[in-house]
């Protein structure tokens, strides 16, 4: 079983910044891809941005590339987004999720973490 925690998130105002972590404990974490993923109130579940296990691929939703940064620390089971020039519709709970492939799909992946808030005022 693999358990996953997200933290780092609260309230910004539009222009700033923000790190999310997650940490990751149970089965070797250095094996699985790792994702993020974000849920506004009334609307789907999306794809934020995945890293491999490896670190070597990353692959970015288009509303958030060259503003979000994935990466990972695998000696200490984290896996980071970091979140800049954050606007007002970047706004909802963000989920880490690892699967043991690196994808873009929500339903691909095997853990999901509890989801942590991001609120961004305009």
């Known amino acids: 079983q693999v358990q996953l925690v997200e933290s780092g998130g609260g309230l910004v105002q539009a222009g700033g910044s923000l790190r999310l972590s997650c940490a990751v404990s149970?089965?070797?974490?250095?094996?699985?891809?790792m994702g993020w993923f974000r849920q506004a109130p009334g609307k789907e579940r999306e794809f934020v941005a995945a890293?491999?296990?490896?670190?070597?691929?990353?692959l970015y939703a288009d509303s958030v590339k060259g503003r979000f940064t994935i990466s990972r620390d695998n000696a200490q089971n984290t896996v980071y987004l970091q979140m800049n020039s954050l606007k007002p519709e970047d706004t909802a709970v963000y989920y880490c999720?690892?699967?043991?492939?690196?994808?873009?799909?929500?339903?691909?992946?095997?853990?999901w973490g509890q989801g942590t808030q991001v609120t961004v005022s305009s």
């Open positions: 999720a690892a699967d043991r492939t690196l994808t873009v799909v929500a339903a691909a992946y095997d853990y």
């Open positions: 149970g089965r070797t974490f250095s094996r699985y891809a």
């Open positions: 890293i491999r296990w490896s670190g070597g691929s990353t």
